[in-house]
């Protein structure tokens, strides 16, 4: 699994943090994104889906393939 975040279309609600602290934190400043786990370990995988879905500005992006699941 891959993350991938579009950070100039966050809008800083922290829905990503909440739902899955160990993947995305959130900058101090202005509320908007940091990804800790681009790659996060199986088991995180399932919030980091979670935190994509639940996005209220959809710019989570979950990649997955057969070479980049571990
Ligand atoms: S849930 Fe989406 S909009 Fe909210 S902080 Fe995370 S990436 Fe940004």
Do not use: W
């Amino acid at each position: 699994m891959r993350v991938e975040v579009h950070v100039d279309k966050c809008i800083g609600s922290g829905v990503c943090a909440l739902v899955a602290p160990d993947v995305f934190d959130q900058r101090d400043d202005d509320g908007v994104v940091i990804l800790i786990a681009e790659h996060p370990p199986a088991e995180h995988q399932e919030s980091a889906y979670e935190a994509a879905n639940r996005c209220p500005a959809a710019v989570i992006e979950i990649h997955t393939n057969r070479a980049a699941t571990r």
